[in-house]
């Protein structure tokens, strides 16, 4: 660890990040042939790329009601999103089995799959993977690429697992996601696993409220709840 606390993983980063820096100042002098245009255009890419001016911190969350529990790196891959993929979905899975069990799959390298947030039946949220990164939650590697995937804690056959704390929690959740990154709020875009293309996985299950879920979602984004980003948030634009 060096004094500025940047880890090797944050260098190699940093090496990828002057890279595409490279290539994008030498597309926009191509394109626009004049070095004032080109350093104008670097100027908003530059503001643009999120890794640049909002360095990873160990323990950040992206939503201000979660608290941080990494998973295994073997779960995910990273990423720079939305720079590198867009994000225009929300895919939302049941556990099958309790939120410690959850927490524990994710942690597990073996387990080769995991979601960025779990949420409880109690509507605690924990987030285990950054948004900036891919997780592998969907078993569908573009739907992976481009969407945010939350478990919730329960079992499918079992309605009474879904909670109110949950929903509610939950629906908070996916309103700051679909504000990040302008998702709209309809089941386009907020999707089960059972609608990935090639799953066969049927979660959230025929007792997930739909309906109610997506008035709940709206409700929150409505109300702003989530409007004030927190610190670790990203800018949606
Ligand atoms: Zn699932």
């Known amino acids: ?50 890794g640049i001016d909002r360095p ?14 990494a998973a295994s790196e073997a779960n995910w891959r990273r990423a720079d999103r939305p720079e590198d993929y867009g994000i225009d979905m929300v895919i939302v899975h049941v556990t099958q089995g309790s939120f410690a069990s959850a927490v524990k799959a994710f942690q597990d390298p073996g387990h080769q799959a995991a979601a960025h947030y779990i949420v409880g039946q109690d509507g605690r949220v924990t987030q285990m993977i950054r948004e900036l990164d891919v997780a592998y939650h969907a078993g569908n590697r573009a739907y992976n690429e481009r969407s945010v995937g939350i478990e919730h804690e329960g079992f499918v ?25 302008e998702i709209p709020v309809d089941r386009e875009h907020i999707i089960g696993h059972v609608e990935v293309p090639g799953t066969d996985h049927t979660d959230p299950g025929p007792y997930w409220d739909w309906p109610r879920y997506l008035r709940l979602v709206r409700r929150a984004a409505t109300a702003g709840a989530t409007a004030t980003p927190s610190p670790s948030a990203r800018s949606s634009t």
């Open 157 to 181: 056959d079992r309605p009474q697992d879904f909670t109110d704390a949950m929903y509610a929690a939950s629906a908070r959740l996916t309103a700051g996601i679909c504000a990040r990154y």
């Open 1 to 50: 660890m060096e004094a500025n606390g940047r880890s090797a993983s944050g260098s190699k980063d940093g090496d990828r990040r002057i890279g595409r820096r490279a290539l994008i100042v030498g597309s926009a002098a191509a394109a626009v042939g004049t070095a004032v245009l080109a350093r104008d255009e670097l100027g908003r890419l530059w503001w643009r790329t999120p």
């Open 56 to 69: 990873r911190e160990e323990g950040a969350v992206d939503y201000r009601g979660a608290r941080w529990v």
